[in-house]
């Protein structure tokens, strides 16, 4: 159903985890939506129950494959996908730099037919790719296998199998890649050799600052270099200004909201029965402290629905530093009385003119923590416009997870997103949550003209709670407490 089907991988293991287990499919192939010519700007229109006037009906429950109407294929399919490959990695030795692989075919020697190739990776850059020689490999048999590598760098080591065609075969080319397996090599780095450099803060060099104007609803700090306006009213900057250059002209807000997917047709009623889609900022108290080498703007505040009781209560500091670097600390408490969280994140509205991104986490496509089996770790570029999965029925899409760095920038100035410790998602969509909520189909989407950037501590999972199981617990963003930080740092985009 549209985005998913998330947790496929548990069905997977226990299919495996049981010899008895016999026979399964995934419903369906197909997305059931009928062709109806095209809208005034040439895009398809795809229909579905009740388009037609016709009652009783089912909406798009029938909307619910692992390809498009005109056979493209959903992400969900090249997740199927990589959960069914047909070798895989079992086991490591990082003493003797070896690797177990098993045959997971019935009939073949997996040797036959598949060619497997390595590539290492130091902080998402390739630094080798090489070969292994199988000679033979049984059904169902396993194998150690050596692997060349030797004096691995001291930054996150990362090694991506790729078992590709070795000739055309039935309806494979040569080089179709058949699926993967990556490995995060346990050598304790969990930072990014580029963080340091980044964030460019020098201990020992005092906080310059000309003032700080605190006065009615706004704070505005400057040092000369960067101008920073911070309302109270709402705990968030409204103006990012850097070197002449106007990075940010909107207010910032937290957001829990994603628009529903497929998957939370029947959880979104207790999200919406709980206000999460309305939800009003309270702030209680702000203060100011400044340190040798910055200065931090802290808040409470809570985020509570108009028409009910409050949902969050929210601990946030921004601390500003002399170099225009803004670290955000982040302490929320989730009422334990209210469903589990679509996501808890910061939003940011830029212009429209950023479009080209990068970054260092899970792609190249959509993930989720349940759906994530298509990626693997890396550094991918992007553009915001190709973010977007083209759902029929539109719906939360394109996230990326596991995000260690984002570099999202137009034609003069570039937007850091910094992780130190825990891992962040993003989102990055000229489509704001409000429309991919409100549309019923993706022809009817209209472009905003900015770029809407979600750094998300997390999101729930997919799930297929359409028709299936309800999301597994360990999926659902459920915690009484989250403790979110990351840092953002603006600059020109002719240098770092």
């Not at 049981?18 to 109806?36: K, L, P, Q």
């Not at 850059?125 to 000679?135: A, N």
């Not at 890396?378 to 394109?398: A, L, T």
Request: proline share 3%.
């Amino acid at each position: 159903m549209g985005n998913g089907p998330g947790g496929l991988k548990e069905y997977d293991d226990l299919i495996q985890a049981n010899e008895e287990f016999a026979g399964a499919y995934v419903w369906e192939w197909c997305d059931h939506s009928i062709y109806n010519g095209s809208n005034k700007d040439g895009k398809s229109i795809y229909a579905y129950g009740g388009d037609f006037g016709e009652y009783p009906n089912d909406g798009n429950f029938c909307v619910d494959g692992l390809v498009y109407p005109d056979r493209r294929k959903h992400i969900g399919l090249l997740e199927y996908q990589n959960i069914n490959r047909p070798i895989r990695v079992i086991e490591i030795d990082t003493v003797n730099n070896k690797v177990k692989l098993k045959n997971m075919l019935d009939f073949r020697d997996v040797n036959d037919i598949v060619q497997i190739t390595y590539k290492l990776f130091s902080d998402g850059d390739m630094i080798c790719k090489k070969e292994i020689k199988l000679d033979t490999l049984k059904p169902k048999e396993e194998k150690w296998y050596d692997l060349s590598i030797q004096d691995l760098p001291k930054t996150i080591v990362t090694i991506l199998f790729e078992y590709t065609v070795k000739l055309d075969i039935l309806l494979y080319k040569k080089g179709f890649v058949l699926g993967y397996d990556q490995i995060i090599w346990p050598n304790n780095i969990e930072k990014l050799k580029s963080f340091k450099q980044l964030i460019n803060i020098d201990e020992k060099e005092k906080f310059k600052i000309n003032y700080i104007d605190n006065i009615e609803n706004n704070i505005q700090i400057t040092n000369g270099d960067f101008k920073y306006i911070y309302d109270k009213r709402i705990g968030m900057f409204t103006l990012i200004e850097k070197g002449n250059k106007k990075f940010i002209n909107h207010p910032l807000n937290f957001t829990i909201w994603r628009p529903p997917t497929d998957n939370d047709r029947k959880i979104k009623n207790d999200w919406i029965e709980a206000g999460f889609d309305k939800l009003d900022v309270r702030v209680n108290e702000v203060t100011i402290e400044e340190d040798i080498n910055s200065l931090a703007i802290i808040s409470r505040l809570s985020l509570t629905p108009i028409y009910r009781q409050k949902v969050l209560d929210i601990l946030v500091e921004w601390r500003i530093f002399s170099n225009g670097l803004i670290n955000c600390r982040i302490k929320a408490y989730k009422k334990l009385d209210k469903p589990f969280l679509p996501r808890f994140g910061v939003e940011i509205k830029l212009d429209k003119s950023y479009e080209d991104l990068s970054y260092f986490g899970l792609g190249p496509y959509e993930n989720y923590q349940d759906k994530h089996y298509s990626s693997y770790l890396g550094r991918f570029d992007s553009k915001v416009s190709e973010m977007h999965e083209d759902y029929i029925r539109p719906q939360e899409n394109g996230s990326r997870s596991c995000c260690k760095e984002l570099c999202i920038k137009n034609d003069n100035s570039k937007i850091y997103v910094l992780s130190e410790n825990k891992d962040f998602s993003f989102n990055a969509s000229h489509f704001s949550k409000e429309e991919l909520t409100d549309k019923t189909h993706n022809y009817e989407l209209e472009e905003s003209n900015a770029t809407f950037l979600i750094i998300d501590y997390k999101q729930s999972g997919i799930g297929s709670n359409s028709c299936g199981p309800v999301l597994e617990e360990k999926y659902q963003l459920n915690e009484s407490e989250i403790d979110f930080s990351f840092y953002l740092k603006f600059s020109e985009n002719n240098n770092n």
